[in-house]
């Protein structure tokens, strides 16, 4: 049976993993400053950061329209469809791709189309959506596909760490106290994410170096990460990248760790130089 995965733009696969594998991408849009950024192949990652340095106004992000989702699955000519969303406490993308497939469903019944919830972001829907590419390759059944890929997202871990929460904070999507404490006190929050993908405040340090030495420090506790694969993705940072990968090669046991670079809608959320992982 062939296959294809959909991802919103929140998924930051590699550019060499989205040509290569059974991957098709529904984009998000980013409106500041009077522009409109779709978060797609012609993203422009510095005339972001700028826009965003520039601008009083935090930027807006839009998930992508059931029409969009629909045009993905008839791009995708596949017996087999999954989708991997942004938490749905986070964004409309679940919700509107699970509107797409009702739709698909009634002009399509015999059609096997799945939607996961990634209950998290960025370097969590990459580690979903290459679990998927892995256990759906193997030939397994789509029903199979369904539920082994559900417990890998129920056993997810996704921590972060940003410079600064404000546009976090600005967007809703976490309470403005948070983002006024690290301000007054200029510390440093390890935040992640709880098993129903809201944002959760983790640990808090003097510095960026101290928090992320905080994260792989749990990471190398939790028994569950060893063989895993860990996902890192940076936002303009690649040495912050290398810097954690180092860390984590010292003290963790993951079977692979994949660096990717934060696009669109990461970007917007991250700002300039975030990290965030999961396994």
């Known amino acids: 049976m062939s296959f294809k995965i959909i991802v919103d733009s929140c998924c930051d696969l590699t550019a060499k993993q989205l040509l290569q594998g059974p991957f098709l991408r529904a984009p998000l849009t980013i409106s500041l400053a009077g522009e409109e950024i779709v978060d797609d192949e012609t993203f422009d990652q510095s005339h972001l950061i700028l826009l965003m340095r520039e601008s009083q106004d935090p930027p807006k992000t839009a998930c992508p329209s059931p029409a969009q989702y629909l045009d993905a699955f008839e791009r995708a000519q596949a017996d087999d469809l999954y989708v991997v969303t942004l938490s749905a406490l986070l964004s409309g993308s679940h919700n509107a791709a699970a509107q797409a497939r009702a739709i698909w469903l009634e002009e399509h019944p015999s059609s096997n189309v799945h939607v996961f919830n990634s209950c998290s972001a960025a370097a969590g829907e990459v580690a979903v959506a290459l679990r998927l590419q892995e256990v759906a390759g193997s030939g397994r059944d789509f029903q199979t596909v369904v539920e082994e890929v559900s417990r890998y997202i129920a056993s997810?871990?996704?921590?972060?760490?940003?410079?600064?929460?404000?546009?976090?904070?600005?967007?809703?999507?976490?309470?403005?106290?948070?983002?006024?404490?690290?301000?007054?006190?200029?510390?440093?929050?390890?935040?992640?994410?709880?098993?129903?993908?809201?944002?959760?405040?983790?640990?808090?340090?003097?510095?960026?170096?101290?928090?992320?030495?905080?994260?792989?420090?749990?990471?190398?506790?939790?028994?569950?990460?060893?063989?895993?694969?860990?996902?890192?993705?940076?936002?303009?940072?690649?040495?912050?990248?290398f810097y954690v990968r180092e860390l984590v090669q010292k003290t963790c046991r993951f079977k692979d760790i994949l660096i990717s670079e934060a696009r669109g809608v990461t970007t917007v959320y991250a700002n300039d130089g975030g990290i965030v992982v999961a396994y």
């Open 156 to 241: 997810m871990t996704t921590y972060f760490v940003l410079e600064d929460l404000d546009h976090l904070r600005k967007n809703g999507r976490l309470t403005g106290a948070l983002a006024l404490v690290t301000e007054a006190l200029r510390i440093k929050l390890l935040m992640g994410a709880t098993p129903e993908g809201q944002i959760k405040r983790v640990a808090q340090a003097l510095s960026i170096k101290q928090a992320l030495s905080r994260m792989v420090n749990l990471m190398a506790a939790d028994p569950g990460h060893a063989g895993k694969l860990l996902s890192i993705v940076h936002c303009n940072n690649l040495d912050r990248a």
